[in-house]
């Protein structure tokens, strides 16, 4: 779906903008879930990417 592996090292971008570029970390793909409905952005919810990022939060792709 999005070219990445479960078990893979990534990263999660919040956004980028005025030579500013917002780095939220580095974790780990879990694959694609569909979020709670409490997580923000632009959940619809559909299935989103999952990130479990090293300090333990979770990104979801509808988040950044």
Same mark, same amino acid.
């Given at each position: 779906? +999005?070219?990445? %592996? !479960? /078990? $893979?090292r990534? /990263? @999660?971008f919040?956004? @980028? /903008?005025? +030579? &500013? &570029? @917002?780095?939220?970390?580095?974790? !780990?793909?879990?694959?694609?879930?569909?979020?709670?409905?409490? &997580? /923000?952005?632009?959940?619809?919810?559909? $299935? +989103?990417?999952? &990130?479990v990022?090293?300090?333990?939060? !979770? %990104?979801?792709? =509808? $988040? =950044?």
């Amino acid at each position: 779906m +999005n070219g990445h %592996v !479960v /078990g $893979e090292r990534v /990263g @999660a971008f919040l956004g @980028a /903008g005025d +030579n &500013i &570029i @917002a780095f939220l970390g580095y974790g !780990v793909y879990q694959g694609v879930e569909v979020p709670p409905k409490e &997580i /923000g952005g632009l959940n619809l919810g559909f $299935e +989103n990417p999952k &990130i479990v990022l090293d300090n333990g939060d !979770v %990104v979801w792709g =509808c $988040e =950044c």
